[in-house]
């Protein structure tokens, strides 16, 4: 996502990496900075997709980015796995985040994701142990989560100042989700549906 996330094409990522050295003895050119496409709010990465919040800096930048992430990674997974073709099923869906009371749960919901592949009655607003949910997703390395939380997973790619600020704070943000998920609890949803 880092990677991708530039009006130039991405030639080579050697260098990217340690511009100084190069053990294998190439030529390393320094890296011009980077003409973002957009600013990566939050992601998540998920074994078969992902889900991101992004903001377009220029006319264009979702689907240029998206375009370049889904071209990019397809092309070194084929080399990869020596194989040939698309590895999607279809094209992305974009949905413009228009009102405010949809964009406050947005992050919510894209770092709640990885609860798919423990409990995925999480959907349902339906979740029995909170505990094991909210240690689950700090401890999944493929979003953005753990960056809001204050802890370095990948602080290059999402830019977290916009929604630090309407979260107040990354100590907010982790109360906040923690509340998200705990709200979901089968037996609060139990005692909800009693009174």
């Known amino acids: 996502m880092y990677e991708f996330n530039n009006e130039d094409t991405v030639s080579s990522v050697l260098y990217y990496f340690n511009k100084y050295s190069d053990p294998a003895g190439h030529n390393i050119i320094e890296r011009k900075p980077r003409k973002l496409l957009v600013e990566i709010l939050s992601f998540c990465l998920m ?26 990674y397809a092309k070194y997974f084929n080399i990869k796995y020596k194989r040939a073709g698309p590895l999607y099923q279809s094209r992305f ?22 609860l798919d592949l423990i409990t995925p009655e999480w ?29 370095h997973n990948f602080p290059s790619v999402t830019n977290r100042n916009f929604l630090l600020e309407v979260f107040g704070s990354e100590k907010k943000y982790q109360q906040k989700i923690n509340e998200w998920i705990k709200d979901m609890e089968i037996n609060n949803f139990k005692e909800s549906i009693l009174e």
């Open 47 to 72: 074994p078969n997709h992902y889900h991101l919040l992004l903001r377009s800096f220029i006319n264009g930048g979702v689907i240029k980015f998206l375009s370049k992430l889904g071209s990019g």
């Open 123 to 151: 959907r349902e607003k339906k979740i029995s142990n909170p505990k094991k949910a909210i240690e689950f997703l700090n401890s999944y390395r493929w979003s953005s989560h753990l960056d809001f939380c204050g802890k």
């Open 93 to 114: 869906k974009s949905i413009p985040v228009i009102n405010e009371s949809h964009f406050i749960h947005i992050p919510y919901y894209i770092h709640c994701n990885p």
